[in-house]
Structure formats: C-alpha cells, structure tokens
C-alpha cells in the first residue's frame, strides 16, 4: 500500500472510536489483539494496515440499516401458511451494492417466492431480475382460467388483479421507465401459455421455475436487440444485458421447498436433530470451477479442441467467475451481435458512462458459453426442517453451511449446545485446553441482534481466530472507505426464512 494511500485512509478513519462494550472507554485498543486474514487473502490489523475504529453504536448503524423483519399471517383463505416469518439483510461492498433481493406472496396461485441475486459487471441486470423474475414464475403456475382474467382487464383498460404481495424495504429501487416494457413482455408470456393446450390448471412449480428463467432471459437478450420507445429504455435494456447476475429463488408451498439456482448464491436448509444439534442441508449446488460437474458440463457443450480453454484460471474463459448466470450476453451472442448492438448506440451514448465496453472474451469460437438454466432442487417438508437461509456468495465467501445453519439455530432457540469433552481433548496442554475452553465460550455468548439475517453477517465479518466476536476486525472491515471496501469483502444478502413445522407433522399430511 502506498503511503499516499494509507495516509488517505487515515485521515478518513480519523474520527472514529472503538468500544469493546458498554463499560470500557472509548479509546483504540492494543494492535496486537486482532490480527487476521480475509477470506480474499489480505491481511488487515487494527493498527499497521487499517487504523479504522469505530464504536459501537456505528457498527450497528451500518448493520442494521437495511434490515428487514416481515411476520407472515398464520393462515390465510387458502389454509395454513408454510412460513411463519422471514428475515432479510444486506451489506454492500460496491458503490452502488450490486446485491438485490425478493420476496412476495403468490396470491393468484399457492405459496411464497423468496430470491436473492448477485449482480456483476455492475448492478444493472439483478436489478431487473430481482423486479421480474418472480412475476414470471407467479404467472407460469397460474391457471388458465387466472391468466384469461389477466388478459381480459387488460384488453378492457380494467385494471388487472394482484399476482404477487411484494415484501419490499424502503431502500428498494424499480426501474420506472422501463415498467411498461417489462409490463408488456409480462403479458406476451401469459398470452403463449394461454395458447398452449397443455397448460391447464398451470405449472408444477419445478416446471415454472424452469420455465420462468430461461424465459426472462430470452427477454432480456431481446429488449438489447429491438428499438424501443426512448434512448433511455434502450440505454437500459443494453446495460440489463451485458452486465449479469447470479440468481437463487425459492418456492415454498405447504407440500415443501423447490430451490432454483444458477451461479454461487446458495440455500441452506437448517435441520434440528434429536438430539437438539443443528445440521445444514444443502438445497442448491454453487455453479462454479470448484464444482467439477459443472465444468465437464460446459466442456462437453464445445469441441474437444476447447477443452483446455473454455475454463481457466478457475473462471469461464478466464472472466467470469459463476458458471451459470442471466444476462452477461457478451458469452451468449456472436461476435458480430455484440458490436452491431453496440455501434447502435455509439452515435448518441457514450459507451463508458453505462459501463459497457467492447471487448471480445479470448478463445470466444463457438458460442454461448453461458446459460441460465437453473438447477432445480425439492424438499418435501418435514418437523424437523426448521428453516431456509438464501445468500449470495458474499456470505458463504466468509461462513460454510454449517456455520451458517449453527449461528441462526442457536440464535433461533437461545440454546448452545457444547459437545462433552473427548478423552482426547482431556489430554491437552494447558494452553491448547486454554483454546479450546475460548472456542466454547465464544459460542456461548449472547446474540446481538434480534435479525438472524444481520446476526450471519456480523460474524462472517467479526469472527475471530477461537470463534469469538472480534470487535476490531468488524470495525475495520466497516470502516473500509469506498474505494477499498470491494478488495476485502463483497456484497453480502442473506434472507433467513422460518417454516412452519406444524404442516409436517402427521395430522397435516
């Protein structure tokens, strides 16, 4: 680091103060007592890199400023809900956070939507998402009879039912001017599924996460392609496209959880066990190089001549680090489609200020290289399953699954359950027994926070070397200024879903 740049951030960390707690002094703390690494491999201490401090009352400001609570109605006409209440937080690393988050009641047809979306190359294209892809899969499992009401108020000017109850936080942002686009596009879907004989009494939701997926971004590729009605619309269209996101939606019904994911968001099923220990299912696969599966996948959708070159230095290509994604057309389309949309705007767009620019991916011979075809996943309910955490990958670049499923059920039931200890753990020296007593503390302690979401991120950023709260990492990674905040952590969303257990138990089914 430079030492223009360090005394930079000096000078913007100057005014902070750190606490320890609500009787220790407002004064810095020792070096020594917090040194680590991050999950990206930079190492940060509070004192010879980043002399950021902050109190207390800061760190919580910036932790809770985009949390979200929403306690679900036990029953509705349609019967017993299956989810009690869910809770939602997000942190942003970019300027602007390129995170976005979802969650509605389908209320023309059963069960709740809950999605989180990672956007890269900007935050264009999980913005969009984030706004459209649960209406396509609300209307996907409508039936026919549903859809016909749509399109008759429609032709008539009336105006049209409510397909979904949105969840939204006062910080959540629409892209107004392209509403009626996204309105339009909207109504040519339901109109092909009122064409099809096959549709009926409307799709399994399996068949309409799949379908809703591959169809949003079929629209999104075409709305870059066609004239719209101003430069602005167009302007947008072209940035939803050539930026991208990762995308991990879940249906959850009263039967179970379908699970649609494309990318590294995941979700995580947190199960209590007989004997009060909570263990993590899996409910998704991350879609990138460390999944072998995956990349034989898309190896075997080229020529073998490609092999060695459709994925290098763990990324597609070289790039692009999610396997699966929407948007990001600079892998779907052909060469000559890219620089003819492109040369489109030049004439009155400067390419530079929408984040677009034209460069062509190396090895880029037989494409796409890229889809969004979701890997779809269900989980028939049952009393033990407990709840469902959705996190883009900010979250699991700092906790595993199981971590992550042990933090919200201990702070879900207030109980920390310490194993006994082993014959071998009897054996150690005194310091080592000294450790692992720390380690069972840190467990112990108190949660500080009453939303499980903004609990997962306080420890994926604060956890320190025994497990414990460490308030100088925290404080450092927080007080990160703008320009240094995305080389140490990433944006991180997590939705923390509650289930209602009564509907798995045997007078239910």
């Keep these: 680091m430079s030492g223009r740049v360090y005394a930079s951030i000096l000078q913007k960390a100057s005014s902070?103060?750190?606490?320890?707690?609500?009787?220790?002094?407002?004064?810095?703390?020792?070096?020594?007592?917090?040194?680590?690494?991050?999950?990206?491999?930079?190492?940060?201490?509070?004192?010879?890199?980043?002399?950021?401090?902050?109190?207390?009352?800061?760190?919580?400001?910036?932790?809770?400023?985009?949390?979200?609570?929403?306690?679900?109605?036990?029953?509705?006409?349609?019967?017993?809900?299956?989810?009690?209440?869910?809770?939602?937080?997000?942190?942003?690393?970019?300027?602007?956070?390129?995170?976005?988050?979802?969650?509605?009641?389908?209320?023309?047809?059963?069960?709740?939507?809950?999605?989180?979306?990672?956007?890269?190359?900007?935050w264009a294209c999980a913005q969009a998402v984030s706004e459209r892809l649960l209406y396509y899969i609300a209307v996907a499992m409508m039936p026919k009879q549903s859809l016909e009401v749509l399109e008759r108020c429609m032709e008539d000017g009336r105006p049209v039912p409510p397909i979904l109850q949105w969840y939204k936080h006062h910080s959540d942002f629409n892209y107004r001017e392209s509403a009626s686009l996204y309105i339009d596009h909207l109504r040519v879907f339901w109109q092909e599924l009122l064409d099809s004989e096959d549709h009926g009494e409307g799709m399994s939701p399996l068949d309409a996460l799949d379908c809703a997926f591959k169809r949003l971004d079929v629209d999104i590729s075409l709305e870059a392609q066609v004239p719209l009605s101003n430069d602005l619309m167009k302007s947008t269209a072209i940035q939803v496209a050539f930026a991208g996101c990762t995308a991990c939606v879940a249906h959850v019904g009263a039967d179970g959880i379908h699970v649609a994911n494309a990318g590294d968001c995941r979700a995580v099923l947190g199960v209590r066990e007989e004997d009060g220990s909570w263990s993590a299912l899996p409910l998704s696969?991350?879609?990138?190089?460390?999944?072998?599966?995956?990349?034989?996948?898309?190896?075997?959708?080229?020529?073998?001549?490609?092999?060695?070159?459709?994925?290098?230095?763990?990324?597609?290509?070289?790039?692009?680090?999610?396997?699966?994604?929407?948007?990001?057309?600079?892998?779907?389309?052909?060469?000559?489609?890219?620089?003819?949309?492109?040369?489109?705007?030049?004439?009155?767009?400067?390419?530079?200020?929408?984040n677009l620019y034209q460069y062509t991916p190396p090895n880029y011979i037989t494409p796409p290289y890229l889809d969004v075809t979701p890997e779809i996943t269900y989980h028939k309910l049952r009393p033990q399953d407990h709840f469902l955490i959705l996190g883009t990958d900010g979250l699991w670049d700092e906790l595993d699954s199981k971590e992550a499923v042990r933090l919200v059920g201990e702070?879900?039931?207030?109980?920390?359950?310490?194993?006994?200890?082993?014959?071998?753990?009897?054996?150690?020296?005194?310091?080592?027994?000294?450790?692992?007593?720390?380690?069972?503390?840190?467990?112990?302690?108190?949660?500080?926070?009453?939303?499980a979401a903004t609990h997962l991120i306080r420890h994926a950023l604060g956890t320190g070397e025994y497990g414990e709260l460490c308030q100088e990492r925290l404080a450092s990674m927080l007080a990160l200024p703008e320009d240094l905040a995305r080389m140490y952590r990433d944006d991180i969303t997590a939705i923390v879903v509650y289930l209602n257990s009564d509907l798995a138990r045997p007078h239910h089914s």
């Design 16 to 122: 902070y103060t750190l606490t320890l707690s609500s009787t220790t002094p407002l004064q810095p703390r020792p070096a020594q007592l917090c040194h680590f690494v991050t999950s990206r491999g930079r190492h940060l201490s509070t004192r010879q890199d980043l002399d950021f401090q902050l109190s207390r009352v800061q760190i919580n400001s910036i932790l809770r400023s985009n949390e979200q609570i929403v306690n679900v109605p036990e029953f509705d006409v349609r019967g017993l809900s299956a989810v009690r209440k869910f809770e939602s937080n997000q942190l942003p690393a970019n300027t602007p956070n390129e995170d976005r988050r979802s969650a509605a009641t389908c209320l023309q047809s059963k069960g709740m939507l809950f999605g989180v979306f990672d956007g890269h190359g900007g």
């Design 285 to 354: 696969q991350d879609h990138n190089s460390q999944n072998h599966a995956e990349v034989e996948r898309i190896r075997a959708q080229h020529p073998p001549s490609e092999r060695d070159t459709v994925v290098t230095d763990d990324r597609l290509l070289g790039i692009l680090m999610p396997l699966r994604a929407f948007g990001d057309v600079r892998f779907k389309w052909s060469c000559e489609l890219q620089q003819s949309i492109l040369a489109s705007l030049e004439s009155g767009v400067d390419l530079d200020s929408l």
């Design 411 to 451: 702070h879900l039931s207030g109980i920390h359950l310490q194993a006994p200890v082993s014959p071998s753990e009897r054996q150690l020296k005194l310091g080592q027994m000294h450790e692992l007593l720390l380690k069972r503390r840190a467990r112990a302690s108190p949660a500080l926070d009453t939303n």
